[in-house]
């Protein structure tokens, strides 16, 4: 099949108005036996409104045998209607060019200053739970870690969770508390270690061997109320605060003797530690 397609503009007779006329041609070859066809488009462009008629389009063709005819394409009525409403005489003025918007840049400015003080305080947290140190720990306490440790013990009693059956939390934090004694006064990395891992960091302080026997007998147990959920006795749970207490008499610094004797002469009475009145009202 051989194809062969035209553009034209031109003007035709009758025609007042330009047009364009598209024309493809297509010829089938000669086994087929037929002949050619011819297919034109007429495109017409109008800038008048009415009515109007496109002029008739005589089309001169040969067929293969070589006989000419003559073919005609009738008058087709067009009509151009406005595209505004019937009574719609305004004029209205031209529209302004379009623009581009462009974004602002401070809410980049601001975002990338709050990632950046977001990215600041996750370091700083991961750096404390790291070291085993609360996120914000208090700017000054002048308080020795035994004062610490007397006046959280007495802080969880206070809080009566034996009686409201939270063991597990009244395990936890005499334990936190002990932990805290002695990363605190011993500088010993304690927080991040478990209770088998200990057994290593207390043989190479300076505790004494059977005291920190007891300090891992005492983690030990408290691992199972945390973990195993073994529900403890009564009795025994409330004795917790009291042998941690001891712990904390059994390594914490005495007293100096002449500070003692001092004290005592000038006061007339024999002093009580500081560090014991709320382990001794106990008792």
């Known amino acids: 099949m051989i194809s062969s397609r035209g553009i034209f503009s031109n003007s035709v007779p009758g025609m007042s108005f330009p047009f364009f006329v598209f024309m493809e041609t297509q010829v089938r070859d000669e086994a087929e036996k037929r002949i050619g066809h011819l297919y034109p488009k007429i495109e017409v462009t109008l800038f008048k409104l009415g009515d109007f008629n496109t002029a008739e389009l005589r089309l001169t063709i040969s067929d293969g045998a070589g006989q000419v005819f003559e073919k005609a394409v009738p008058s087709v009525p067009l009509t151009v209607v406005p595209t505004l409403a019937e009574d719609d005489n305004d004029l209205r003025d031209i529209k302004p060019q379009a623009g581009m918007t462009v974004p602002a840049t401070w809410p980049w400015i601001a975002g990338g ?83 088998s891992e200990l057994k290593a960091v207390m043989r190479q302080s300076e505790i004494e061997p059977e005291t920190a026997q007891r300090f891992l007998g005492l983690f030990a147990e408290s691992d199972l109320v945390k973990f195993a ?48 009145l709320s382990y001794e009202s106990r008792r």
């Open 113 to 195: 200053v709050l990632l950046a003080l977001g990215l600041a305080v996750a370091g700083w947290w991961a750096y404390r739970r790291w070291r085993g140190k609360p996120f914000l720990a208090p700017i000054v306490d002048n308080r020795p870690p035994w004062q610490v440790a007397y006046d959280e013990l007495a802080r969880i009693e206070g809080l009566g969770l034996l009686e409201q059956g939270h063991f597990k939390r009244h395990y936890t934090l005499v334990t936190d508390c002990l932990r805290t004694y002695l990363e605190r006064q011993f500088g010993l990395r304690v927080f991040d270690r478990t209770t």
């Open 229 to 276: 959920k073994l529900t403890p006795d009564l009795d025994v749970a409330r004795g917790l605060t009291d042998r941690a207490r001891g712990l904390v008499d059994d390594t914490r610094p005495q007293p100096q003797p002449e500070l003692e004797t001092f004290l005592s002469q000038d006061q007339g009475a024999t002093p009580v530690p500081t560090s014991q």
